[in-house]
T-cell receptor, first 113, second 115 residues
Framework: GQQLNQSPQSMFIQEGEDVSMNCTSS?????WLWYKQDPGEGPVLLIA?????ELTSNGRLTAQFGITRKDSFLNISASIPSDVGIYFC?????????????FGKGTKLSVIP | DTGVSQDPRHKITKRGQNVTFRCDPI?????LYWYRQTLGQGPEFLTY????????KSRLLSDRFSAERPKGSFSTLEIQRTEQGDSAMYLC?????????????FGDGTRLSIL
């Protein structure tokens, strides 16, 4: 089946630093999504990307859909303590009417005040 | 709050028992999805409904698992004869859409623990 390789697995950064994480796949995806999950809660959608090469921002977050359609990255600028959590990339391949998302294993972000 | 609602939030049961979870999607969403998430992993797709029709099932959905969405609104996921390996967070998501993909919005999940 399809797999997403998400890196890094975990990061420890100082408050105020910028963060970058990425996802790669051997398969092509039509849509890339980035979610954040806090302990005991469900994933919350951060950014959705629909087109190869697309660069989208949401406040301090910026994500890009790779032009090969096999990768995506997420940047967080000027990190703050509430950025702590697990960030997941997810890809969608809508072949044959499928709408299932394939998720990476997550990047655990810790922010040191 | 009009987000995706799941009940119960936590379920502890003995191995071999049956359990049922409920999901209430965002009210205007016609698509509903079930995922399973184990510790240290991302969510894994189980099944998907468009209105009341179950259109897709993962190979993870063994014959002990059954999902329904009888009136195209809320959905239930039942696990029969639970096993230790069923311990996980079960997440429900919903989205709008008629052909065009819309992002899935998740509930806070039901955490299942099998003793």
């Amino acid at each position: 089946g399809q797999q997403l390789n998400q890196s890094p697995q975990s990061m420890f950064i100082q408050e105020g630093e910028d963060v970058s994480m990425n996802c790669t796949s051997s398969s092509i995806f039509n849509t890339w999504l980035w979610y954040k999950q806090d302990p005991g809660e469900g994933p919350v959608l951060l950014i959705a990307l629909y087109k190869a090469g697309e660069l989208t921002s949401n406040g301090r977050l910026t994500a890009q859909f790779g032009i090969t359609r096999k990768d995506s990255f997420l940047n967080i600028s000027a990190s703050i303590p509430s950025d702590v959590g697990i960030y997941f990339c997810a890809g969608l391949s809508t072949g044959a009417g499928s709408y299932q998302l394939t998720f990476g294993k997550g990047t655990k972000l810790s922010v040191i005040p | 709050d009009t987000g995706v609602s799941q009940d119960p939030r936590h379920k502890i049961t003995k191995r071999g028992q049956n359990v049922t979870f409920r999901c209430d999607p965002i009210s205007e969403h016609n698509r509903l999805y079930w995922y399973r998430q184990t510790l240290g992993q991302g969510p894994e797709f189980l099944t998907y409904f468009q209105n009341e029709a179950q259109l897709e099932k993962s190979r993870l959905l063994s014959d002990r698992f059954s999902a329904e969405r009888p009136k195209g609104s809320f959905s239930t996921l039942e696990i029969q004869r639970t096993e230790q390996g069923d311990s996980a967070m079960y997440l429900c998501a919903s989205s709008l859409g008629q052909g065009v993909f819309q992002p899935q919005h998740f509930g806070d999940g039901t955490r299942l623990s099998i003793l």
